[in-house]
């Protein structure tokens, strides 16, 4: 059987940078058993299969996979799969405002138009949890205590746990490094209840908002070009520690994946006074691969 599927770059406006994704628009025929094994030849940070929504609210059902686990949320893969329905017509063209679902629920997508439309998704409830020794962090990503800024490392959440670590300029952003041994420092001071995998995600502030980078070894994802599912967090967690203004309103961009040569912008919108009424995530998504899986 042929199954057709997509390949779009996202948050960016050119071919072979961002973080690319593939996309199955039409996978109500592809077993669930089958939607990991294809997400890992594929071997992308994430893979989309798109399926008709139990949610009459919702326009699709997304299922996203990443080489290793199954997430019930993700930021490229909306913004992606965003882009290919609408630009396949399988959502009405010229649709502003619709709903995906995904684990978490449903996922409000927003769409700025033009020539290349800027696709925004509301991002799901963020929790702040437990803190981190930042001597322990540091040590994990291979840096000195003196590396990192003055504010506690801090686990935070809306779907995909992060632990977010503030570094003093861009040249160490650019250093810092982790791999298992360094994650499982990490883990070990987590109680078992708290011990779901996590990503790291470090970050400096700059004139323009955040200049990033994300570890995600445990999913199968060395380092992830653009991780639009930590980057509400990140806002809220910076507007929390005062590194951005939390007015409403606000706009900022995340710079991500620089590093690895996947340069990624992911534009930030504070709704609400400190985002009390949300945070939208939105970037550019450019097409690249339409191609076909014969099983």
């Not at 199955?24 to 058993?33: L, T």
């Not at 009405?92 to 619709?98: E, K, L, V």
């Not at 990192?148 to 809306?158: G, R």
């Amino acid at each position: 059987m042929d199954h057709r599927y997509r390949v779009v770059d996202v948050f960016t406006q050119h071919p072979l940078e961002g973080n690319a994704l593939a996309v199955f628009p039409d996978a109500s025929a592809i077993d669930g058993v089958l939607m990991p094994r294809i997400a890992r030849e594929l071997n992308l940070s994430e893979t989309v299969f798109v399926l008709p929504a139990t949610d009459p609210a919702c326009a699709a059902r997304l299922r996203i996979f990443t080489p290793a686990k199954e997430l019930i949320f993700a930021g490229h893969p909306t913004v992606g799969s965003a882009f290919v329905l609408l630009d396949d017509g399988l959502i009405a063209p010229g649709m502003q405002n619709f709903s995906l679902q995904e684990g978490v629920g449903a996922v409000p997508i927003r769409v700025d138009s033009g020539v290349r439309p800027l696709i925004w998704l509301r991002t799901p409830p963020i929790e702040f949890r437990r803190t981190f020794d930042a001597a322990l962090c540091a040590r994990a990503l291979s840096l000195e205590a003196s590396d990192l800024l003055p504010i506690a490392p801090q686990l935070v959440t809306a779907g995909n746990p992060s632990v977010f670590v503030a570094l003093k300029d861009k040249p160490t952003v650019d250093r810092a490094w982790l791999d298992l041994s360094g994650l499982q420092a990490i883990r070990a001071s987590l109680t078992p209840s708290e011990a779901d995998a996590f990503f790291v995600f470090v970050f400096t502030p700059t004139p323009e908002g955040a200049y990033s980078r994300m570890f995600a070894p445990e999913h199968g994802v060395v380092e992830d070009p653009a991780t639009g599912s930590a980057t509400g967090p990140l806002a809220a967690y910076m507007i929390r520690n005062r590194l951005i203004s939390g007015a409403p309103g606000t706009r900022f961009v995340s710079e991500q994946g620089t590093k690895m040569g996947r340069r990624s912008l992911l534009h930030v919108h504070i709704l609400g006074q400190d985002g009390q009424d949300g945070i939208e995530v939105g970037g550019y998504v450019t097409p690249l691969i339409k191609a076909t899986l014969r099983l």
